[in-house]
């Protein structure tokens, strides 16, 4: 059993609403799928950031140094990760797609949306 968190319904909340008909006060933060993974021909999972790097309790822990040097890492790892899974068509590293991904201006419409749902009364 699997599950995938989905954050992508949020780049058309409107829509989802619509959809999902969905009452006031009701707002979608993400949607999750829940299944049986395929089988990957290459059998590996995409690989994440370290634990400690994107896991703060109680406090954010900046090593900046550490910071850096892990998101190097994983810009190579993530890069290796794609050269294979796509026969070498992606080439971004994982700091371009963030860098692409907050240069965007999705989701500009969500403060109104939670207006529109009753959640957020001004």
Do not use: C
């Not at 954050?7 to 933060?29: C, H, K, Q, T, W």
């Not at 954010?60 to 810009?75: F, I, L, N, R, V």
């Not at 794609?82 to 991904?101: A, H, L, V």
């Amino acid at each position: 059993m699997a599950f995938v968190f989905l954050g992508s319904l949020r780049n058309d909340v409107a829509r989802v609403r619509e959809i999902l008909d969905l009452p006031d006060y009701v707002f979608p933060l993400f949607g999750m799928a829940v299944g049986e993974p395929a089988e990957d021909e290459n059998g590996a999972a995409k690989p994440r950031l370290p634990f400690d790097h994107v896991f703060h309790h109680n406090k954010y822990h900046a090593d900046k140094e550490t910071q850096y040097a892990q998101m190097a890492d994983y810009d190579q790892t993530i890069s290796k990760y794609y050269d294979q899974r796509t026969n070498g068509n992606r080439k971004e590293t994982w700091s371009q797609q963030i860098e692409m991904f907050l240069g965007n201006k999705a989701r500009l419409d969500m403060l109104e949306q939670l207006q529109k749902s009753g959640l957020i009364q001004r």
